[in-house]
């Protein structure tokens, strides 16, 4: 149970392009997600916390006219990289839980790359 | 500024072997204590997890030992097999339900 599923995994653009980044709760509700960037060799960095239905919480230091989040239902929430550049290349990672008292469940990340 | 430190950054451990990764904390309002097992290219996935009121927990060969007056935590992994190299990463859920990773364990276990 608990399964967190990313799409895509690996996603190659172009300077400039914008880039979707689905994650989906399969066999729970997940009424909070999050979402976190990891470089190489580093921890996981928490970028945002989106509850279903309402407008995401971003973490100082995150431009959220640069990565929109939207979480309109219970199973799915999206992270759009706007005008991705290759400083935007990373590891991008969901977390999904149903209640707060409740671990969190991780997708399997989503690489991007921006040449 | 990491909330959780934790050490050591690497270890190299003999299959069969004991590995055991350290985590300390400072906020006291942290009332739940996951370790998470990343693969390369992987998320993490929950290994196991202790809540404060708990001095101990085992689940098969991992075990966390907790010591809330020492706000110290660790995972011991028993019997270290090569299907346990990993990156390992401890981390702690404050007051807002988000949770605070410490900087993460290599883990290799040799043959």
């Known amino acids: 149970g608990a399964v967190v599923s990313q799409h895509p995994s690996w996603v190659i653009c172009k300077s400039g392009t914008s880039v979707k980044i689905e994650c989906r709760s399969l066999?729970?509700?997940?009424?909070?997600m999050f979402w976190y960037r990891q470089f190489p060799k580093q921890s996981l960095m928490l970028m945002a916390t989106?509850?279903?239905?309402?407008?995401?919480?971003?973490e100082q230091g995150v431009e959220k006219d640069k990565f929109l989040i939207n979480h309109a239902s219970l199973t799915l929430s999206t992270l759009t990289v706007t005008s991705a550049h290759p400083e935007d290349s990373s590891f991008y990672i969901c977390?999904?839980?149903?209640?707060?008292?409740?671990?969190?469940?991780f997708g399997d990340g989503t690489r991007l790359s921006i040449l | 500024q990491q909330q959780v430190k934790q050490s050591p950054q690497s270890l190299i451990v003999q299959k069969g072997g004991i590995s055991i990764i350290n985590c300390a904390y400072e906020?006291?309002?942290?009332?739940?204590f996951p370790w998470y097992q990343q693969f390369p290219g992987k998320g993490p996935a929950l290994l196991i997890a202790?809540?404060?009121?708990?001095s101990e927990k085992k689940e098969g060969r991992f075990t966390i030992s907790f010591n809330k007056s020492a706000k110290q935590f660790s995972l011991h992994i028993m019997d270290s097999q090569p299907g346990d190299s990993a990156t390992y990463f401890c981390?702690?859920?404050?007051?807002?339900?988000?949770?605070?990773f410490g900087a993460g364990t290599q883990v290799v276990v040799t043959p």
């Open positions: 977390s999904a839980r149903w209640q707060s008292n409740q671990p969190q469940h």
């Open positions: 066999d729970f509700q997940a009424t909070t």
């Open positions: 989106s509850n279903e239905g309402s407008k995401a919480t971003y």
């Open positions: 906020n006291t309002a942290f009332d739940y």
């Open positions: 202790i809540r404060p009121d708990v």
């Open positions: 981390a702690a859920t404050d007051s807002w339900g988000k949770l605070q």
